[in-house]
C-alpha cells in the first residue's frame, strides 16, 4: 500500500509540475505527511525532482513550440535571484516555521479557489475561477 501512494504523489506531482500547476505542493505534501521527511529536506528532494520532470516538459513544450525564449530568460532570471532569497530565508525560518508557512498558504489558496469558484457559478463562467479574461 505505502509503494501506490508513493507511485501516486510521483505521477501527481510530475503531471501537476509538467503542466505548470505546482506539482511540488503535492510532493511537499506527501513527503511531510506521509513519509516522515522533514520540512527543509523535503524542499530539497523537491527540488531535484523536478529537474527531470522539467527536462521532459521543456522538450514536449520545444516539439510543440510553445516556448517564448524572451519570457523564458526574464523569468528565469528572476526565479534563480528567488531561489538563492528562498534558500537563505528558509535557513534563516527553520523547518518548522517553513511547515506553517507552508499550511497556511496552501489553506488560503484553497479557501481563495473555493470563493472563486462559487464567483464563476454565479457569474455563470465554466471552469475559470478568478480569471477574468
Known amino acids: 500500500m505505502n509503494w501506490l501512494i508513493t ?6 506531482s510530475g ?3 509538467a503542466m505548470g500547476l505546482g506539482g511540488g505542493g503535492v510532493l511537499l505534501l506527501y513527503l511531510t505527511l506521509f513519509a516522515g521527511v522533514e520540512q ?9 525532482f523536478f529537474i ?6 521543456i ?14 530568460l526574464t523569468s528565469s532570471t528572476f526565479g534563480i535571484l528567488g531561489a538563492f532569497v528562498g534558500s537563505w530565508l528558509a535557513d534563516i525560518i527553520g523547518g518548522d516555521m517553513l511547515s506553517k508557512i507552508f499550511a497556511a498558504g ?12 462559487i464567483k464563476a457559478i454565479k457569474n455563470k463562467r465554466k471552469g475559470r475561477g478568478c480569471i477574468t479574461k
Request: proline share 2%.
Open 7 to 12: 507511485l501516486l504523489a510521483g505521477i501527481l
Open 15 to 17: 503531471a501537476a509540475g
Open 40 to 48: 527543509l529536506k523535503a524542499q530539497g528532494i523537491n527540488l531535484i
Open 52 to 57: 527531470p520532470c522539467g527536462i521532459i516538459a
Open 59 to 72: 522538450i514536449i513544450y520545444s516539439v510543440k513550440k510553445q516556448l517564448e525564449i524572451k519570457k523564458i
Open 106 to 117: 496552501i489553506t488560503f489558496l484553497g479557501i481563495r479557489e473555493v470563493f472563486c469558484g
